[in-house]
């Protein structure tokens, strides 16, 4: 479905106005598609009932009912703020074109996927997602609390559905120019209130909430005290300035945090102005460093590992600790290194069976851009969290996944950095001397105290989680090099941090990073190094032929005979595997010439099940089983040289009878074999049952002359190819 306006836009579209542009042809296939009722007598017009009726679709309440790939696809456009630029149509989104959930036309940059307002504020919170943004914290309102919301920014009373309504207080939150422009016009009573919220985290409680705007009446209720709805705090709240949360807190969004924030820039440039004096005074280089590597690397090495079907690696699990330490083993890496790229790559949908696919991300993104999808991953928050003991998200009960205020310390080591660390070496104690000078680090440290009480478990000071941040998480992104981490220098100042040029491209506003045109090549007949200009779906697609390799700096994957010959035996055409290895780099003279032969067919066999093999070496005596009507029915026609199979079902007990009647005896290691099932009296000799009813025995005798009497081997033994030895 394509609107008629095919001009592009960065900016979400409202549901309503995305289907009054729809060609009156796919509007009203749509409304056959879903069984839509329109009542033409109604004062409102289609497209406005359609929007009522698809906003109730049970795919955006419940987006698990989608299938795993159209899932994170739609997870991906709603994280692209409701509009996804891809190259071409991916196969997941016609679920979702479909249903009426997402539109695509064309723009200038290729084909834009449309994901409404609506639809986003009634989708349910998804790993990876900003758990103080602006849509998550609007998803989990009260009806009566969005409907305030929307009314403010409607000028009018909002009616259900209440998604609809709060449409344009999406546009204005989201955006930061009229965000400013709204926190200017603010009376100086709720500024300096948004201003005091802000700088102890950004979250209260009610009882704070009252002492900071100085409310003398206090309203309890079962929860607790009650704010006015007269007060300073619920001019706030009506603007979607300060959010409640049940049962007690009110968050500021982060969005709005942001803007709030920039005021308070140069209240801190008295201290800072000498913390940069120091920096800037001396040389602070180490003796020894660890300089950061690109996560790239790891991150594809793991996407590429975790497609071996024998793993078992569930969503909205916990990545299994067995599986990482298997990782970190096969790598060389630290298991909280592995623990942390893990939980960021499944964030970022790299683990998904989607990410094979080149028209989305992430399969459509270069393997250069990988690192920044990381972290970004991580800056956002909601897979991976410092303040807890493990730093996982998904390892928490779904009750407890509960976000931290470990946003505002990651954003304080930042500004840190950028501001204290471009291209030089900075103590660590400058650093954390920056994010104590901060006025919201009291605040935040309180909010991480109380978030560990309702968690269970101790709650760590802001020090150490911003060290954490430092040393553990920019690190392993690839942001900061470590100098002196081991502390065997003799400089007291301590260890070192420098932000790299790669950790600047991702910190700065526009990607000013200039782009690698390292492209994949061949380094012999085997290993093929990944350049950083491949395609992520192109390079994940080698995982079931390929075996990888070093991950250190870049990927190398080896393309062996065996990988080769697995994929074939797997169902993998020749071609397919050497246009999917074509897609990265040429394919060498060897290469080319394995594909060749291990695609030529010089024969077939054909499997055939059977419980045994019957030697016969007399061919009269093999003529006669396989042809009387007694036996025929019991063996393989044609079957090899020197013996018989035997059909599959057949049991030895039955073959023997049979056999036996011809004349023939079967041996089974070195014994004739008697049968159970012959009645009394119609057996060769005195073969009787004896007075306790208990079946006889075998008889042991000299097993006849091979020449004349046949042997079979026992059923468990067997697993035999027709055509012979």
Same mark, same amino acid.
């Given at each position: ?42 004062r ?61 036309r064309?723009?200038?940059?290729g ?38 919301i ?44 948004l ?14 909430l ?39 807190r ?34 602070? #280089?180490?003796? @020894? &460093?660890?300089?950061?590597?690109? $996560?790239? /690397?790891? %991150? !594809?090495?793991?996407?590429? +590992? *975790?497609? =071996? ?27 909280e ?5 893990? #939980?960021?790559? @499944? &964030?970022?949908?790299?683990?998904d $069976?989607? /990410?094979? %696919? !080149?028209a989305?991300?992430? +399969? *459509?993104? =270069? ?37 931290? &205020? ?6 304080l ?7 204290? +660390? ?88 526009a990607?000013?990073s ?25 390079v ?114 039955r ?71």
């Amino acid at each position: 479905m394509s609107p008629k306006d095919p001009s592009s836009s960065s900016a979400a579209i409202r549901l309503v106005d995305v289907l009054r542009q729809l060609p009156d042809r796919e509007l009203d296939s749509l409304i056959e598609r879903l069984k839509i009722k329109v009542d033409e007598a109604k004062r409102i017009d289609v497209p406005s009932q359609v929007a009522r009726s698809l906003i109730q679709l049970p795919e955006l309440r419940d987006p698990n009912v989608l299938p795993g790939p159209t899932r994170e696809l739609l997870h991906r456009i709603a994280e692209a703020r409701g509009v996804l630029v891809t190259p071409s149509l991916p196969a997941a989104v016609e679920p979702l074109i479909a249903r009426g959930v997402v539109f695509a036309r064309n723009g200038t940059r290729g084909i834009e996927l449309l994901l409404p307002i609506a639809h986003m504020l009634v989708m349910r919170s998804w790993e990876g997602e900003d758990p103080r943004g602006v849509r998550a914290l609007l998803h989990q309102l009260g009806q009566d609390v969005a409907a305030t919301i929307a009314g403010h920014y409607l000028g009018r009373p909002a009616t259900p559905p209440v998604a609809l309504c709060l449409e344009p207080a999406w546009e204005v939150l989201t955006s930061a120019e009229q965000l400013r422009r709204e926190v200017e016009e603010l009376a100086p009573l709720e500024r300096k209130l948004l201003t005091a919220i802000e700088r102890v985290g950004g979250e209260v409680d009610t009882e704070e909430l009252l002492d900071l705007e100085r409310e003398p009446m206090r309203l309890r209720g079962a929860s607790g005290a009650t704010p006015s709805r007269r007060g300073v705090g619920f001019a706030l709240e009506r603007r979607g300035f300060l959010v409640p949360v049940h049962p007690n807190r009110h968050v500021i969004p982060s969005e709005i945090a942001a803007v709030v924030g920039a005021q308070r820039q140069a209240e801190r440039e008295a201290h800072r102005h000498q913390i940069r004096s120091f920096v800037l005074g001396e040389d602070h #280089a180490p003796h @020894r &460093a660890r300089f950061a590597e690109d $996560p790239a /690397a790891l %991150g !594809l090495a793991m996407a590429l +590992g *975790a497609r =071996d079907p024998s793993l078992d690696v569930r969503p909205g699990v916990g990545t299994p600790r067995s599986l990482i330490a298997k990782f970190a083993a096969r790598f060389g890496r630290d298991p909280e290194v592995v623990g942390f790229i893990a #939980a960021l790559s @499944r &964030a970022v949908g790299l683990w998904d $069976p989607s /990410a094979v %696919g !080149l028209a989305a991300p992430p +399969g *459509a993104l =270069d393997v250069q851009d990988l690192g920044r999808a990381l972290f970004d991953a991580w800056r956002r928050g909601g897979a991976w969290d410092e303040a807890r003991p493990d730093g996982e998200v998904l390892r928490a009960p779904p009750e407890l996944r509960e976000t931290s &205020a470990v946003g505002v310390l990651r954003e304080l080591v930042l500004d840190a950095l950028q501001e204290l +660390g471009d291209g030089r070496w900075v103590p660590w104690e400058a650093i954390a001397g920056y994010v104590r000078s901060d006025a919201r680090t009291p605040g935040v440290g309180r909010l991480i105290e109380r978030w560990a009480q309702r968690g269970g478990f101790e709650a760590i000071q802001s020090g150490e989680i911003a060290r954490r941040i430092a040393f553990e998480s920019l690190h392993a992104l690839g942001v900061v090099d470590i100098g002196d981490a081991d502390g065997e220098s003799a400089d007291p100042i301590g260890p070192t941090l420098r932000i790299t040029p790669r950790g600047r491209s991702y910190l700065c506003e526009a990607d000013e990073s200039r782009r690698a045109s390292e492209s994949s090549r061949f380094l012999d007949n085997q290993a093929i190094r990944v350049g950083k200009s491949a395609k992520i779906g192109s390079v994940i697609a080698l995982a079931p032929f390929t075996e990888i390799g070093g991950v250190s700096g870049a990927l190398d994957l080896h393309v062996t005979p065996q990988g080769i010959a697995h994929a074939l035996s797997a169902g993998f055409e020749a071609d397919v595997i050497r246009a999917r290895i074509e897609q990265l780099a040429p394919l060498p003279d060897p290469i080319a010439r394995l594909l060749t032969q291990a695609s030529a067919v010089v024969g077939r066999g054909e499997f055939v099940a059977t419980v045994g093999f019957l030697w016969v070496d007399d061919p009269e005596v093999r003529e006669l089983l396989r042809t009387r009507r007694q036996t025929a029915d019991l063996f393989i026609d044609p079957s090899p040289p020197a013996g018989l199979l035997v059909v599959a079902g057949a049991d030895l007990d039955r073959v023997a009878r049979r056999c036996r009647t011809l004349g023939v005896e079967i041996v089974v290691e070195g014994e004739v074999y008697r049968t159970r099932s012959v009645p009394p009296g119609r057996g060769s000799g005195a073969r009787r049952l004896d007075s306790s009813g208990t079946l006889p025995a075998l008889r042991n005798s000299r097993p006849p002359s091979s020449s004349r009497t046949p042997a079979v081997r026992p059923p468990s033994s067997s697993t035999l190819k027709r055509g012979g030895e």
